[in-house]
């Protein structure tokens, strides 16, 4: 039978203030119409998953996901590492130099952060480019390390295999102090550790000239790591506060302490001739003196929390002569939630997004000088700290490996962990052996220790295992591998090998992935595709899609509003959609070649912003990011993705406040994140087929591109995009799983609502669940509360043909069961 019913829910029909219709090109057709068949497009399509990064409390960032509010916990040993390429060697020596055909490259020193000395008594590991393939040459002892601008930039080793020019390289140290002379940056600083230092710039000057030091400890309390921070204060430096900045009053959505909520400092010490006790203050919620004792003891501080007073301070302060020893500073709300663990909204809320996988990041380190396999794998207390430029000593992570899987277990998600490109092959095999080694092997026990006994690869369909983030980009040195695309591809090969080789390995229940560029797709030069071809191992390749901001592909200048938000509901499909199909064309050609399937991921995507800053926050660019039309837009780039038969796709990212996040600071939704969402939960099964039988279309003329002015992957010279005909104006995705149907429809355009008529491949069985994200404007956004919500609606009519009204930048999905 061929029914045909007509559903016009009254709040579909919005009485919406329309953006002025005649700025905008002619809509031609005026219904949608679409045959639906059992066919199938892609069966099982992975639903959207997203990337988590837990943030550290921060004064001016965000508040924890877990139950530990103070972002510098672990007072260990500091080790640096760095990533180079030789320029000349030999059996005992490996040469840098800063002046490399005409051009200044980093130097040994890395752009003259480390100088003479820092290195030494370190070690360094070695391969080779030769034949297409990587291989690994050689480990050694630094003897002597030398770095800097005009002089040498050497390291002298212990002997072994000649290390030859184009050979790549990690060094690597741990330290306990930071010599005189051995960095640029950290000259003329007694701080070693970035959340303890002396704030006061006089107290600093007078304990640098009364002879004070700061140095890491090899004495710890249990379960303290590899050292505690010692403080030796002579008595003309008088007294000296150490801490950071805690909480602050200089925005109202800045971080804050739940008003009225307990809370527990609590920190280890130990002290030698010392008199006077410690003063501590905790913000402006807190104050205590406490008695030190010569032998290590937990002290406590219990507090309520409040608003700040200022920019207020966690310190501790202390009078000379004497020395004092700090460790394990933490900071605990008392109450349901155990220290250090997620609190309950975190996992409820990444519960309900039913993510298909999520991005880890505890083991990348973008910016800064490396990361141990160790220090992400945990715990936090025990982790050594990683070198930061500017600070010192800094916490890894706010959370380690073991906590993040945990999470991925609980929310039923796989775990997409991105893995350092300057770990050691020992590191690299290690990871292996702590995911799916048996619990008694070294890493296995690391594993148990924690109370997961089993391999974590029983706990997932798969882990997936990158290699790097963004090793295109050359903002994210010295992890990556900018412009050398072929080099990434052959050393990841050589990694992804290692890691194969390791004797837990199962091939069944790990991937390898790969990094890619949306802003090269083609096989000729584009990142992603050249890295695959060095690559035979790799079983994913990857790019990210930012809809907007400063790592768009590529901005359209709008002169009007109506124009601006056309472009934003237009943009996926316009600028994104053919660099889709060219990528899926380009990594399919090779896999189709080598003989086996390669996937294609995205591994970042969602609305884009321009990069934060002191004084660049600006709430119209929010607004905009967070706007139902940016949702929609969002939403369209991952289902062409999906249609287009991609893998895996991550939002960016998972956090509470501004920028790149998928809440407001009251945890609700913004409207990209309920729009993705909507496909998690109701869309189920295989994406079947919709062929359109009638369109509504526009035709967009030439546009102006807009240059964002920290833009890295939009290309500047690119100063107009090509019309485009027959644009349409309305996407329909179909699913099926079993008798159940389940169809997503949506808007791209402003100027009105669009009639919609679906032809079924079946007589559905009443009622008719229909599921609505809507406003009557496209600048809509849940920024301060959530206005815009999910409606469900039902109707008992159902029939073979449906007509629905879709309204303009809305998201429909309709549920129905075969009779």
């Keep these: 039978m061929n029914s045909f019913v007509a559903i016009c829910f009254p709040s579909l029909l919005l009485c919406s203030t329309l953006l002025p219709a005649e700025e905008l090109p002619l809509v031609e057709g005026s219904e949608a119409r679409f045959r639906i068949s059992d066919t199938v497009a892609v069966p099982s399509p992975p639903r959207f998953g997203l990337n988590l990064d837990p943030p550290a409390m921060s004064h001016w960032a965000e508040e924890p996901f877990h139950n530990q509010w103070w972002g510098g916990p672990n007072p260990n040993p500091i080790e640096a590492r760095v990533k180079l390429t030789a320029t000349d060697g030999g059996a005992d020596f490996i040469e840098c130099a800063r002046d490399k055909d005409g051009r200044k490259g980093p130097g040994m020193g890395w752009y003259d952060v480390f100088r003479d000395g820092f290195f030494d008594g370190g070690d360094v590991w070695v391969w080779r480019y030769q034949d297409g393939k990587a291989r690994y040459v050689r480990r050694g002892t630094i003897v002597r390390y030398q770095a800097s601008n005009d002089g040498a930039n050497r390291i002298t080793l212990d002997g072994g295999p000649a290390v030859q020019a184009g050979d790549e390289f990690v060094i690597r140290v741990v330290r306990r102090d930071i010599p005189k002379g051995s960095t640029r940056t950290m000259e003329g600083k007694p701080e070693i550790c970035a959340r303890l230092q002396i704030l006061d710039a006089r107290q600093r000057k007078v304990f640098l000239d009364a002879g004070g030091r700061m140095d890491i400890d090899a004495d710890a309390p249990a379960s303290g790591g590899g050292g505690s921070l010692r403080i030796v204060v002579p008595k003309e430096a008088g007294t000296v506060s150490l801490g950071y900045w805690l909480i602050s009053n200089q925005q109202p959505d800045w971080p804050r302490f739940k008003e009225g909520a307990a809370y527990e400092l609590s920190f280890w010490a130990k002290q030698q001739n010392l008199t006077a006790p410690v003063d501590v203050q905790v913000g402006a919620m807190a104050k205590s003196q406490v008695s030190i004792r010569r032998d290590w003891t937990r002290h406590t501080i219990a507090f309520r929390g409040a608003p700040p007073k200022a920019t207020d301070p966690l310190t501790f302060s202390v009078a000379g002569p004497g020395t004092l020893n700090?460790?394990?500073?933490?900071?605990?709300?008392?109450?349901?939630?155990?220290?250090?663990?997620?609190?309950?909204?975190?996992?409820?809320?990444?519960?309900?997004?039913?993510?298909?996988?999520?991005?880890?990041?505890?083991?990348?380190?973008?910016?800064?000088?490396?990361?141990?396999?160790?220090?992400?794998?945990?715990?936090?207390?025990?982790?050594?700290?990683?070198?930061?430029?500017?600070?010192?000593?800094?916490?890894?992570?706010?959370?380690?490996?073991?906590?993040?899987?945990?999470?991925?277990?609980?929310?039923?998600?796989?775990?997409?962990?991105?893995?350092?490109?300057?770990?050691?092959?020992?590191?690299?095999?290690?990871?292996?052996?702590?995911?799916?080694?048996?619990?008694?092997?070294?890493?296995?026990?690391?594993?148990?220790?924690?109370?997961?006994?089993?391999?974590?690869?029983?706990?997932?369909?798969?882990?997936?295992?990158?290699?790097?983030?963004?090793?295109?980009?050359?903002?994210?040195?010295?992890?990556?591998?900018?412009?050398?695309?072929?080099?990434?591809?052959?050393?990841?090969?050589?990694?992804?090998?290692?890691?194969?080789?390791?004797?837990?390995?199962?091939?069944?229940?790990?991937?390898?992935?790969?990094?890619?560029?949306?802003?090269?797709?083609?096989?000729q030069w584009g990142y992603g595709p050249v890295a695959l071809e060095n690559c035979p191992s790799a079983d994913v390749s990857d790019l990210a899609y930012y809809t907007g901001g400063w790592d768009a592909v590529g901005l359209i200048k709008a002169d009007s509003l109506s124009w601006g938000w056309f472009n934003i509901l237009t943009y996926s499909y316009r600028m994104l959609r053919p660099r889709t199909e060219e990528c899926a064309a380009s990594i399919r050609q090779i896999a189709q070649e080598r003989g086996k399937p390669v996937q294609i991921a995205v591994y970042e995507a969602g609305p884009g912003y321009t990069l934060p800053g002191p004084g660049k926050f600006d709430l119209a660019e929010q607004r905009e990011g967070k706007s139902l039309a940016q949702a929609i837009n969002s939403l369209d780039s991952f289902m062409l993705n999906l249609a287009n038969g991609f893998g895996d796709q991550a939002f960016f990212m998972f956090r509470n406040g501004h920028y790149w996040s998928s809440h407001n600071r009251q945890w609700g939704e913004h409207l990209a994140w309920k729009a993705l969402g909507l496909r998690n939960s109701q869309l189920r099964g295989d994406l079947i087929t919709a062929t359109p039988i009638q369109r509504v279309t526009v035709d967009l003329p030439e546009a102006q591109a807009d240059i964002v002015n920290q833009s890295n992957s939009a290309d500047r010279r690119v100063r107009n995009f090509p019309a485009m005909q027959d644009v349409p104006l309305v996407a329909c995705y179909p699913f099926k799983e079993g008798k159940r149907y389940s169809m997503m429809l949506y808007s791209r355009r402003i100027d009105g609502p669009t009639k919609v008529t679906l032809e079924l491949p079946c007589d559905p069985r009443p009622p008719l669940q229909v599921y609505r994200l809507a406003d009557d404007d496209p600048s809509a956004h849940n920024i301060d509360s959530e206005l815009v919500t999910v409606r469900q609606e039902t109707s008992s009519d159902a029939a073979r043909t449906l007509s629905v009204v879709l309204p303009p930048a809305s998201v429909l999905v309709l549920v129905c069961e075969a009779k």
Excluded at 356 to 384: H, K, V, Y
Excluded at 425 to 437: K, R, S, T
């Design 326 to 523: 700090l460790d394990n500073i933490f900071i605990h709300e008392i109450g349901d939630t155990p220290p250090h663990a997620f609190y309950p909204v975190v996992v409820e809320t990444l519960r309900r997004f039913q993510p298909q996988s999520i991005r880890l990041w505890t083991l990348q380190c973008n910016r800064g000088f490396g990361r141990s396999l160790d220090a992400g794998l945990g715990p936090i207390q025990e982790a050594n700290l990683e070198f930061g430029e500017l600070a010192g000593g800094q916490t890894a992570a706010a959370v380690d490996l073991h906590q993040e899987l945990e999470l991925c277990a609980q929310v039923g998600a796989d775990p997409w962990i991105i893995v350092s490109t300057q770990f050691s092959p020992y590191e690299y095999l290690n990871l292996v052996e702590y995911l799916a080694g048996g619990p008694e092997t070294p890493y296995g026990k690391k594993r148990a220790a924690r109370g997961r006994t089993q391999p974590w690869t029983d706990a997932f369909h798969q882990i997936s295992l990158e290699l790097g983030n963004e090793t295109w980009n050359g903002m994210f040195g010295p992890q990556g591998f900018s412009g050398r695309p072929k080099e990434y591809g052959q050393y990841a090969d050589l990694v992804f090998r290692t890691m194969a080789a390791a004797p837990s390995f199962d091939r069944t229940k790990f991937r390898f992935i790969l990094n890619g560029w949306i802003a090269g797709t083609s096989r």
